[in-house]
């Protein structure tokens, strides 16, 4: 992970850390903190917790985003302070609905101009963000849509299930923007639970969601998710989403849990040291195993 | 709306609300989610008025059968034998764009007599006294849903007269023109608060107080009413949660009280 966020992420970047709750690839995120870089777009659909604490840690200079909270429990206090009192320094913001987020990422990844939607209408939306502009349809003038521009992240960060050492990667459960967001990254950074044999991969083609033609590092990182969750391995620790809104709401406070939890750890092998293994033991789910299906073989 | 009242009645606000909320979604198929209270709402209208509700979430599950409360919109137990798991470009493009959801569910910091939602901002945009979560993807579901339910506690800083910011559409206030909007969606159909239920005015489109909840007065609703609220002629009172509802929220759906009590 030191060497992958070290030659792909350069500051001023546009980086996408994907992931609709499910896979956010927090220890990615994590590892660019610790690294210091500065002056980063931070483009996400839900920012979540993990863009709280890379905000609170510096990196950031904008965010791109259409739902700007913590899931189920509330604000994102580092990210608010900074918006709402420019606290310690304003932080520039774009915002969409999802919907629009996603076509961005459908179109930064299929080579489009623009991508149109039905929505928006009669909004306040479109009034504090130009780039979402109003368009007669050139079959049919009584039909207007919205266009939303592309979204070409200089580095894509996804999180998935398993790969093989080329980055072909599998992914099951909420599927997210994962590989939207892969296609459209000019540099893309696959991290996954488990590194598989490419016949693995092969035995189940349907489920990779990315192929590693498009990756250009593969990082092999169990529980690099937490406290998100990775479907079938670990549930979401959702005390710890709780705990953060109250650590965010003091700068103090929150401080010193990046020094303590991200700053003084060298990798994500000492974070989850630092849990222990008793906690990720009880993060993990029962069985719910898919049937199998029959590819046919037609030699 | 005191503990006492609460007490005397033998069941919450909180559960007053769900129950009428459930009751709208008679018959209802393909129902768009949130989380927490429309949760509750949406898997007692499953066991009660629509049995063949399938719930909707826009993390991309279609036809979801939750084994525990979700803590999200993106809880594991939502993917884990759901009907189907989509990208969310289908979700939002072929389910909710093309008009497969009946029904959706949506709240705000602000609402305003015609329905339209405020979940962006208090204040200036630009000078935001609080800054909110933005629309998510409630601005293209207002528009798309064919029906809209609101449930939100009602009080005089989120019911306004002038919303700081209109992040979801609702009724235009001129019904010919919101017929010609083109649109799945036919804005709002009800509101449900922790003092009453409302509909929406055929010929205005405004916002229509149709039932009070048990204990509940018009001096309650006016104070806690930004505008002067318009009044059905057939007010009536809601009906009360009924005895089997209250255990199939209590014992099966919110054991914990997290959200109910």
Known sequence: MRDAVADLVRDGDTVAIEGFTHLICFAAGHEIIRQRKRDLTLARMTPDVIYDQMVAGGVASKLIFSWLGNPGVGSLHAIRRRIEDHDPEPLEIEEYSHFGMVCRYVAGASNLPFFPIRSYYESDIPKVNPKIVPMTSPYDDATEVYVVPPLRPDVSIVHAQRADASGDAQIWGLLGCQKEAAFAGARVIVVCEEVVEESVIRQDPNRTAIPGVVVDAVVEEPFACHPSFAQGYYDRDNAFYLDWDRIARDPETLDTWLKEWVFDLGTHADYREKWGSAHWDALRPGDAMSGEVDYGRYA | ?261
């Open chain 2, 1 to 261: 709306m005191n503990a006492t009242a609460e007490r005397d009645l033998g069941y919450s606000r909180t559960e007053m609300m769900i129950a009428a909320s459930a009751r709208r979604l008679e018959g209802a198929k393909n129902c768009f989610v949130g989380v927490g209270l429309p949760n509750i709402v949406c898997n007692l209208a499953q066991r009660t008025v629509a049995r063949d509700l399938q719930l909707v979430y826009e993390s991309g599950v279609f036809g979801a059968r939750p084994e525990r409360l979700p803590l999200s919109i993106g809880d594991p137990t939502l993917a884990t034998g759901a009907t189907a798991i989509t990208s969310m470009f289908e979700l939002f493009a072929f389910y909710l764009q093309a008009g497969l959801i009946d029904v959706a569910f949506l709240g705000g910091a602000q609402i305003d007599r015609f329905g339209n939602l405020n979940t962006t901002v208090i204040g200036p945009y630009d000078t935001p006294k609080v800054r909110l979560p933005g629309s998510g993807g409630a601005c293209e579901i207002a528009i798309h849903a064919r029906h809209i339910l609101v449930i939100m506690r009602q009080a005089k800083r989120s019911f306004v007269d002038r919303l700081d910011f209109r992040t979801s559409p609702g009724h235009s206030g001129d019904p010919a023109s919101d017929a010609a909007r083109g649109w799945h969606g036919t804005g709002p159909t009800s509101v449900v608060t922790d003092l009453g239920t409302y509909g929406f005015d055929d010929s205005t489109g405004e916002m229509t107080l149709m039932t009070l909840h048990q204990g509940m007065t018009l001096d309650d609703v006016h104070a806690n009413m930004g505008w002067e609220p318009k009044v059905s002629p057939d007010l009536g009172q809601t009906l009360e949660p009924t005895t089997e509802e209250l255990r199939l929220i209590r014992e099966e759906l919110d054991p914990t009280g997290a959200h109910t009590r």
